[in-house]
């Protein structure tokens, strides 16, 4: 069993930097792949990025390639989700989740969720 904790979510303006945490319960969070997605008013929740076990593969959406990065620190079992250029579209509930996968990056599948934090760009 996992237990994912979000935080760092808020109001930003267009053009901003955030970074979300993501804190896992446990000691075993470093046998699982970790992911990032999000869900906008009215829409689906939606693959962001995913991070395999150990940080040495990454992945991720069209939409946020460039922009964002994720990173895990295994040692503090949390995972990072830096958000740079914000933009409006941005706007949405950030979830992270853990899939027993460790070594892959996958966008779906994920066994663990998160209660998500809210981040709104302003235009």
């Known amino acids: 069993q996992v237990q994912l904790v979000e935080s760092g979510g808020g109001l930003v303006q267009a053009g901003d930097s955030l970074r979300l945490s993501c804190l896992a319960s446990?000691?075993?969070?470093?046998?699982?792949?970790m992911g990032w997605f999000r869900q906008a008013p009215g829409k689906e929740r939606s693959f962001v990025g995913a991070i395999n076990w150990s940080g040495s593969s990454t992945d991720y959406a069209d939409s946020v390639k460039g922009r964002f990065t994720i990173s895990r620190d295994n040692a503090k079992n949390t995972v990072y989700l830096q958000m740079n250029s914000l933009k409006p579209e941005d706007t949405a509930v950030y979830y992270c989740?853990?899939?027993?996968?460790?070594?892959?990056?996958?966008?779906?599948?994920?066994?663990?969720w998160g209660q998500g934090t809210q981040v709104t760009v302003s235009s």
């Open positions: 446990g000691r075993t969070f470093s046998r699982y792949a």
């Open positions: 989740a853990a899939h027993r996968l460790s070594s892959l990056t996958p966008r779906g599948g994920y066994d663990y």
